[in-house]
């Protein structure tokens, strides 16, 4: 299962295909029966049809009358997810560069062996899928399940298409390291020696700003008070707009790559 040339380049434009797909797309509105099936909104997701809503509504029934201790008791999870998954991409991407993250094409020259990648094989892809859970929390039910569906597929591709090309570059030494670390689910304790490779904090940062910007954005801006849940859903996404679009102006001060 490998990610093709093309969907490799454009990996970073498929991830945001997914989640414009997840968010965008008029689900139907099954919390509102037949009335919801048939007037289908683009965006109802705001006002009572995230999956955050939807727990906070059941947990809560028939009084409501600790609504929003339920709405922040899920969004603490939501936090420790993404901050869960953002801490994983900066740790990596402080060891490979953010060059290299942000690259069109693979670099096959050394084993990173340190930081992260001493407790599992891929570290930013897990660091995505962790970011992913957190932002399905968002979308309604079932577009939040095939979000995570999805994402968790296309960074299986894309692990599939690295691997190999990683150990006819690097023979038996990587291949030794494959058996050593885990692919995807990290080891508790560090599973191979480590390397010679030092991080540099500030790539990392630099590299990582949007995933960065939702979990510090969950944690700002994500409390409710009352039943002022719907004013939080839009402060969310407003700093989710605003972390996308620092990340872009970030990109002006990545070294710049072959892609």
């Known amino acids: 299962m ?5 969907e490799y380049k454009h990996r ?16 139907p509105d099954y919390h509102n029966g037949a009335a919801g099936m048939t007037h289908i909104q683009v965006w109802n997701f ?18 409501y009358q600790h609504f929003a201790s339920a709405w922040n008791t899920i969004l603490v999870g939501m936090i420790l997810f993404a901050l869960a998954g953002a801490a994983l991409r900066v740790w990596g991407a402080a060891y490979l560069g953010a060059t290299t993250v942000q690259r069109g094409g693979m670099v096959g020259d050394r084993i990173v062996a340190d930081g992260p990648y001493r407790f599992v094989r891929n570290p930013l892809y897990l660091g995505t899928i962790l970011h992913t859970i957190a932002l399905a929390m968002l979308m309604r039910p079932d577009a939040a399940v095939l979000c995570v569906l999805l994402i968790t597929l296309v960074q299986l591709r894309l692990i599939g298409r690295e691997e190999p090309y990683l150990r006819e ?4 030494s990587y291949s ?9 689910v990290p080891s508790l304790r ?5 390397g010679q490779s030092h991080p540099h904090w500030q790539q990392g940062i630099l590299s990582e700003i949007y995933i960065i910007g939702v979990a510090v954005t969950l944690a700002a801006v994500g409390w409710s008070n009352g039943f002022a849940w719907e004013a939080s859903v839009l402060r969310v996404m407003q700093g989710i707009v605003i972390s996308l679009g620092l990340s872009v102006m ?3 001060f990545i070294p710049k790559a072959t892609f």
């Open 2 to 6: 490998q990610a093709t040339a093309f």
């Open 12 to 27: 970073y434009l498929v991830h945001g295909l997914i989640y414009t797909l997840c968010f965008a797309a008029p689900w």
């Open 46 to 63: 705001v006002r009572n049809g995230s999956v955050w809503f939807r727990l906070s509504d059941a947990l809560t029934r028939p009084l």
């Open 169 to 172: 570059r690097l023979g038996e």
């Open 176 to 184: 030794a390291y494959l058996m050593e670390v885990p692919r995807l």
């Open 190 to 194: 560090p599973c191979t020696a480590p």
């Open 250 to 252: 970030a990109r002006a």
